[in-house]
Structure formats: structure tokens, C-alpha cells
């Protein structure tokens, strides 16, 4: 394996390594590149699209492109910024997004990305779809209002938990995350507030109970530092004063 | 028989593989009408999987439902064709005289009645499937005796023949459509040359893929044949679900020999023994005659072990039904389809053809490809090369549909002009043609003098045409409606920007849209373009920047002249209110007084 391999990311030469995306190669570096259905103990998923860039001319999401050799990627141009905010907005409007009310808030990918975009308003006609909230579990709740279908607790359910306990319904618009328990129920279904799938969801879709404002709103996360400084909620599920 | 047994008995012969999931869920689809939640239970037992993934997939195919769709699932194929030839109004009657509304089982159990994406049959419509057979030339006639039918419970299979027949309508022929070499000839070719000469001959052919991508045939079977790999797939992609195309239902009705046989010459050239034909759900009614087909095969010696008395050239075919997705056209997605699965298109790198199907090496070839890929080991590369251009060799399949007095396949050489194709079909003051399909390109004309192929307009086959009495409009709606319902999901700019572009239209069809909307509609375009996962999310846009740019007038008509119009309809939220008084009279809207 050699060293010496790097490409170009906004004009700085980043080193990568064989097997590289060049999300990988970028975080590595120190770079940011926005994104939430990426989490880097996961094999990249590619659907939100958020870490657009541009790539040797072409747009492409930064964490299913495998690096290469002197390639040129754009990461913060006004062209890309203006992509992010709209496929950010899309997200925003396709679910119900109220962050005044959400009691993830501060601790939210989505909205930390959307501060990072300067995204200023949902711009785009809302959908206000009907969905439901699961609190039928004792130690987690899901609204699936919130749900950005990044697959990351089907995945952490079904690659590390070994449990299965999530899967994806329906088609286009229509899409959706379903519980795999005789009602449907997260109650009814083997999940563990101890299981990496509590523990991955990038927005306020799956919560924890009773411990909603221990932090108040305004000493969170990103409430402190932007994203682009302290990267992933995920990353930071342990520390003490998240 | 239980459904127990009935389960036992689909899922023994291919020993309870979790890849067979799809094909399982179609047999039990069309005996029961949906798939009952004991079906679930017991596949989910038998084949190791959990139920919400069974689930999963129910909820991914069109024609998959897991509550009854009645003793009668009547779905109308929803083209812009079927449109232009009254479908809609057809649809109407039938919903009237059986007294539901679309979608909506009728709660005797008798019947459903729903819209399907377009069924293949554009040359022969308004057309229909009644549990998943195709019925053509619908009218006024046919629906009531339709309607009779059903009142009278009358199994399908007592219906009229003339109902289900489909016609083949080819009006021109050329290299591939008059051929008349023997079954076998390409096969003992392959045998005599060798499978290096036979590759460097579709190599040398300049034969590239008939779905439209148009990739080099040859190259792909060269990757696919130097993967170290201990077992290689060739799959058939017949899964013609683009609007406006219906050649490979032709073809497989009438060449089917010719397609298997280029298969099984991709077979000797890659060294792949199992072979898949992945046929669309709408075209049910050709199965059976194909499984024939692969049967007679096996007896002359063409398939299955030893093939012509060649130690070590074994390959088999095995034919997979698909169930209303039209992104399993994809090939990646056609993969996952095969596998049992939700038809979520793969991420790229790697490609198919090193990492496949069971992640083998696989070659995805269209129906007509393959059986261009025999005749070319028949005859040759120059053979081939005399005709299409330069860059663009052969011929090539089109299926003409809409405005013209003579619909149906037409073989041409490539190069052809879409002037010379427009007299050909007999086309009258044509305003536009809509080529390959929704995803397609609209083309005006002051460019009918440009030509079918690579370099210039590309296609898979689907030609379709509108005159000047038509509102351009309506096909655009049309495509986006179409987008909305195939979208996978997967993404979000496909996923969340089709259902925004399709309120746009919507908003601008209806007369209420301002120019900031169309500004808006472009916006939403071009980051679809260039953001989407897959080929379906990037050419989505297509027909409304396409038509954007080419007719601006059909939207400018359609303007309310001011910038802005915002997107909430009153009247339009009422509705509700007008569903629960079952009131739909002048006065129950807002604004009809004026």
C-alpha cells in the first residue's frame, strides 16, 4: 500500500489510501464534508446525497466514490452549497421538521447541516404527511415524523445487533421505516436500549426516554460548535457533556 | 389445497432459497389475490428471513399487495398513449358500471379496478390486465362485456379469446426481422470458431447494448469473461418497461429461439453455465409459451448439459418474473430483483459484470441484443458492420405509437431519420415526438431531419408520437405522474424532488401556476440531473426540462399572468369536506360561480 496516492479537495492535496471514498480520505484529513446517511462504522449508503461534490466535473456523492490519483473535488463551491441546501430542504419538507419543538434540537444532524448550508427556510411546498409515534417501548420512543430514511438503525440492527429489528416499506414517496414485531410495535420487538441501533440515528427519529432535556436547549452539541468542527452526533454518544 | 401446501409445493423445487423470495410471492399473489399474513409467516420460517422484510418487498412491487384485490384485479394501463386512445374515459365506465372507484376493493370481493404503469401493448390499445394477463383493443364494447364478465363471475379463462390476443404488428423488416438461419446455426458457429473468435467477432461487430445505455457488447463480455470468478451469470433483461416501448414482447413472441441462442453463445464466450430471462409481470401471458420453448431447447441439445455433444459447455435458462417495478429495468436493481429483494439500484463502482448477481461476474444484456449477439456469430462482423453508421452499427428495433395510421416495430438501420420514420408510419401534422420513452428526449420539428442512433438521438425503442390537436401538456403530466410511482425511494432528490415537480405540473396544468413555478420546475430538474443515485432519478427531469426549453408555449398557455401563485388550493382542500356530504355540485366548489 503506498503513501504517496492523493487527490485535490478544494485546492488541498489529501493523501488516501486503496479503498478509499474520498469521504473516507477527506474526514481522515480533517476535511469536512456534509452528510447524514453516512457514519463511518457503516459501509457507505449514498441516499441522502448531501455530500454531493464535484468530482473531476461530475457531481457525486463523496461517500460512495472511491479516491483517485490526482482527482479534482469541489467541496465548497456556491454551485455545490446551493445543491446541499436544496436536497437539505427536500428533507425538510418531506417529513415534519419543527425544530422549536423537537427535543433533539441542538443535537440534530440535520438541523446542524442546515445551519452549515445556510439554509434559511424550508423553501419548498411541505408535504405534511400523516405519520405516527411509537412510544410503546420503556426506554425509547420513535416519531417517525423525523425519520430522514438514512437506514442507519436497519443497518446497525441487522450488521451489529444481529436483531433485524428495522426494515424499509413501500416505494418512492411512499417509503418508510417499519418495526419487525408481531404489531408492528417497537414494544412488541427485541430492541435494547443498549443496542447500537439507539445509538446511531442522526436526527430526533429515535430517542432515548427520560432524559430528553438533562441538557437544556442552548448547551447542546451544535449549539456550542458547528458540525463542521465536531463532526457526528454519533461520535459523540458517550461523551458527558454532549 | 391449504395454503400450507400450496407453499410447500412452490418453494420445493428451487429448495427454499431466500432468492427466490419475489417469484414465490408472485405464484402466491395470483392464487389468493394478495399475500395473506400466514403466507408471510411460513416463508418467513422457511426461507430464514423476517416477516417486515417479507413485507418490504410486498410493498416495493406494483402488483403485490398484502389485503385482497378481489376474485378480479383489472388494472388499466395508464400510458399517454392508452390516454390518447380513451383509456380514461374507459376506466370511468368500468369503475360506473361495477360501482367502485379506482383502487378500492369492492367489498363483495368481486373486484378491483386500478391504473398500471404502461403495459407494452401502446400499438394495440387501451389496454388492460385482468389478474395479470393482457387484454388489448379496449372499447366501449369490450368494458361492458368486461363488466358482464366479472357480474357474472366468469373465470378468466372462459373469457373471449379475442380479448387476450396480441398481435405482433411488424411493418418493416431488416438484417435481424428476415433472418432465417436455423435454431443452432450461431451455437455450431461457436463451436467450429472457437469462443475467442466468436467474442472478436462481436467485438468487431461494434455491437453496443439495445436498452439504450449502448455500451460495447463485446467489452462487456471480455470483463466478464477475464473476472476470476468460480461461477458467471447471463441475464436477460426483458423487464421492457419504458412508456412506448414493446419490441422485446415481439421478440420473445416471435424469436424467442434467437435470443436464448445469444445467450447461450454468451455463455460459451464467458464461460458462464446459469443464465436468467427476467421477463416483466405484465407480460404473464408469454411465460408459458417461453418455459415451452426452453424445453424444446433442451431436447434438441441446445441447452442443459454438454450442449451439441461439447463436453463442458453446459448452461441452463431459467425464467424470472418481475412484479410492476419499472427501476428493476435498471440493471443493478434487475439484480437485486433476482435476488429476491427490494429493486434498490446498486451503487457503482463496482459494475455487474465483475460484481453481478451472488456477486459474481454477470452480463445484463436487453432481449434485442442477444439476439443480435447470435445472428453476428452466424454471419459475421462485416455482415453486421454493412449496415447503421459508424458509430452506431446494425439496426435497430423501434415501436411506434400515438398520432400515425400505421403503429407497430419497425426494424431499422441505424442513422435513420425520424422524418423518413414519421411518412413511414403514416404521421399527419405531427407537433412532436416523444423518443425513448419518459425518460426520453421530446423532440420538435425543426429537428426531424436528425437521426436514430448513439451519436445523435438515442433509444431503447419507443417512438411515440403527438399531433397538432394534442396538449403537450398532458404527456408531460403524464411523465411525471409516471416518475412519482416508479421512484424507488432510495434517494432523496429523486425521491422528494419527482413528487415536487409533479405538484408543479399539476399546479400548471390546472391553470394556476405563475412563472416563478416554471423557474422553480427547472431548479428542481437539473438537481435531480445531476444529484440522483441512479439513471432513473437523473433522467426523470427529462420531458419537463426538455419541453421547458423546446415548447415553452404549452406551459405559457397554461400561465396565470402573474409571478407568483402560491401553491395552496382552496378549493382544492374542500375536497374532504365534499367526500364526507357526497356533494360534487357547482356549489360545493369555490369560485365556479364566476
Not at chain 1, 436536497?87 to 418531506?94: A, S
Not at chain 2, 413485507?55 to 402488483?63: A, R
Not at chain 2, 435497430?396 to 398520432?403: T, Y
Not at chain 2, 415537480?501 to 399539476?506: E, G, N, P, S, T
Request: charged share 25%.
Amino acid at each position: 500500500m503506498s503513501g504517496s496516492n492523493t487527490f485535490k479537495l478544494d485546492g488541498r492535496d489529501i493523501p488516501f489510501e486503496d479503498g478509499d471514498t474520498i469521504m473516507d480520505a477527506a474526514l481522515r484529513a480533517g476535511e469536512y464534508i456534509p452528510h447524514l446517511c453516512h457514519n463511518p462504522e457503516f459501509s457507505p449508503h449514498g441516499s441522502c446525497r448531501v455530500c454531493v461534490v464535484n468530482a473531476n466535473g461530475r457531481q457525486i456523492s463523496a461517500c460512495t466514490q472511491p479516491a483517485m490519483e490526482n482527482m479534482e473535488v469541489d467541496n465548497s463551491s456556491d454551485e455545490i452549497m446551493e445543491q446541499r441546501r436544496a436536497l437539505l430542504q427536500m428533507l425538510f419538507v418531506e417529513g415534519n421538521h419543527v425544530c422549536p419543538g423537537c427535543e433533539k434540537s441542538g443535537a440534530c444532524q440535520l438541523q446542524a447541516v442546515a445551519y452549515y448550508a445556510n439554509m434559511l427556510s424550508p423553501h419548498f411546498t411541505h408535504f405534511f404527511p400523516q405519520r405516527s409515534v411509537d412510544a410503546s417501548h420503556a426506554d425509547i420512543a420513535i416519531d417517525f415524523n423525523r425519520c430522514i430514511l438514512c437506514e442507519l438503525c436497519v443497518r446497525a440492527s441487522r450488521d451489529v445487533d444481529h436483531k433485524n429489528v428495522f426494515a424499509i416499506d413501500g416505494r418512492g414517496i411512499n417509503t418508510h421505516l417499519v418495526i419487525n414485531s408481531p404489531s408492528g410495535k417497537l414494544g412488541d420487538s427485541r430492541f435494547a436500549a443498549s443496542d447500537k441501533a439507539a445509538h446511531v440515528c442522526p436526527v430526533g427519529a429515535i430517542l432515548p426516554k427520560h432524559t430528553a432535556y438533562d441538557r437544556p436547549i442552548g448547551e447542546r452539541l451544535y449549539d456550542r460548535q458547528p458540525i463542521s468542527i465536531v463532526g457526528d452526533v454519533a461520535a459523540h454518544e458517550q461523551d458527558e457533556d454532549r | 389445497m391449504s395454503i400450507e401446501e400450496f407453499i410447500s409445493r412452490i418453494t420445493a423445487p428451487a429448495n427454499n432459497q431466500p432468492g427466490h423470495l419475489l417469484q414465490y410471492l408472485y405464484e402466491i399473489q395470483y392464487r389468493y389475490s394478495c399475500v395473506p399474513q400466514r403466507a408471510i409467516q411460513l416463508l418467513a420460517e422457511k426461507l430464514s428471513l423476517t416477516e417486515s422484510h417479507i413485507h418490504g418487498v410486498i410493498g416495493f412491487y406494483s402488483f403485490l399487495h398484502d389485503s385482497p384485490r378481489g376474485d378480479y384485479d383489472v388494472l388499466i394501463s395508464d400510458s399517454i398513449t392508452d390516454h390518447m386512445l380513451g383509456s380514461r374515459s374507459l376506466l370511468d365506465a368500468l369503475c360506473k358500471k361495477l360501482g367502485v372507484v379506482p383502487g378500492v376493493p369492492r367489498e363483495d370481493g368481486r373486484v378491483t379496478v386500478d391504473t398500471t404503469s404502461c403495459t407494452g401493448m401502446c400499438d394495440q390499445g387501451p389496454a388492460m390486465l385482468v389478474n395479470g394477463w393482457a387484454v388489448t383493443r379496449l372499447d366501449e364494447n369490450r368494458i361492458d362485456n368486461i363488466a358482464e364478465l366479472i357480474e357474472s363471475a366468469t373465470a378468466v379463462d372462459q373469457w373471449p379469446d379475442e380479448f387476450f390476443r396480441v398481435e405482433d404488428n411488424i411493418q418493416r423488416r431488416d438484417i435481424l426481422l428476415s433472418d432465417d438461419s436455423n435454431d443452432g446455426a450461431a451455437l455450431r458457429s461457436l463451436i467450429d470458431k472457437g469462443d475467442d473468435a466468436i467474442l472478436e467477432q462481436i467485438e468487431a461487430s461494434g455491437l453496443r447494448g439495445r436498452g439504450g445505455a449502448g455500451f460495447n457488447t463485446g467489452m462487456k463480455w471480455r470483463f466478464c469473461k477475464q473476472t476470476e470468478a468460480d461461477q458467471r451469470y447471463v441475464v436477460c433483461n426483458a423487464d421492457e418497461g419504458e412508456p412506448g416501448t414493446f419490441k422485446d414482447r415481439v421478440l420473445l413472441n416471435a424469436h424467442a429461439d434467437k435470443v436464448f441462442e445469444g445467450m447461450t453463445v454468451c455463455a460459451g464466450v464467458t464461460g458462464a453455465t446459469k443464465g436468467c430471462l427476467y421477463l416483466r409481470g405484465e407480460y404473464r401471458y408469454l411465460r408459458a409459451p417461453l418455459e415451452q420453448i426452453l424445453q424444446q431447447r433442451r431436447e434438441a441439445g441446445l441447452l442443459g448439459n454438454t450442449i451439441l455433444g461439447q463436453d463442458g459447455f453446459d448452461f441452463d435458462i431459467e425464467i424470472h418474473m418481475g412484479a410492476g417495478a419499472y427501476i428493476c429495468g435498471e440493471e443493478s436493481s434487475l439484480i437485486e430483483s433476482l435476488e429476491g429483494k427490494r429493486g434498490i439500484p446498486r451503487k457503482r463502482p463496482p459494475f455487474p459484470v465483475t460484481h453481478g448477481y451472488q456477486n459474481r461476474p454477470t452480463v445484463v444484456n436487453n432481449v434485442e441484443t442477444f439476439m443480435a449477439a447470435a445472428l453476428i456469430a452466424v454471419h459475421g462482423a462485416d455482415w453486421f458492420r454493412l449496415v447503421g453508421t459508424g458509430q452506431s452499427s446494425g439496426t435497430k428495433l423501434i415501436s411506434i405509437s400515438g398520432d400515425c395510421e400505421k403503429p407497430g416495430i419497425y426494424e431499422y438501420p441505424f442513422g435513420v431519420s425520424i422524418q423518413d420514420m414519421l411518412k413511414d408510419c403514416v404521421a399527419k401534422d405531427t407537433q412532436a415526438v416523444q423518443i425513448a420513452g419518459a425518460a426520453g428526449f421530446t423532440i420538435p420539428p425543426a429537428e426531424f431531419e436528425r437521426c436514430i442512433a448513439f451519436e445523435d438521438v438515442s433509444t431503447g425503442g419507443s417512438f411515440m408520437v403527438f399531433n397538432q390537436d394534442r396538449d403537450l401538456l398532458d404527456m408531460v403530466k403524464n411523465f411525471a405522474h409516471f416518475f412519482v410511482h416508479e421512484s424507488c425511494g432510495f434517494c432523496t432528490p429523486c425521491r422528494v424532488g419527482s413528487s415536487l415537480m409533479k405538484d408543479l405540473v399539476d399546479k400548471v396544468h390546472s391553470g394556476h401556476a405563475g412563472h416563478y413555478d416554471l423557474d422553480e420546475m427547472q431548479n428542481i430538474g437539473q438537481l435531480m440531473r445531476s444529484t440522483s443515485h441512479c439513471g432513473l432519478g437523473t433522467t426523470a427531469p427529462n420531458p419537463v426540462l426538455d419541453t421547458l426549453e423546446k415548447f415553452p408555449q404549452i406551459y405559457e398557455k397554461h400561465l396565470k399572468h402573474s409571478s407568483y401563485e402560491p401553491a395552496f388550493d382552496l378549493d382544492a382542500a374542500l375536497q374532504d369536506a365534499r367526500d364526507i356530504s357526497g356533494r360534487d355540485d357547482a356549489g360545493a366548489h369555490l369560485g365556479t360561480e364566476s
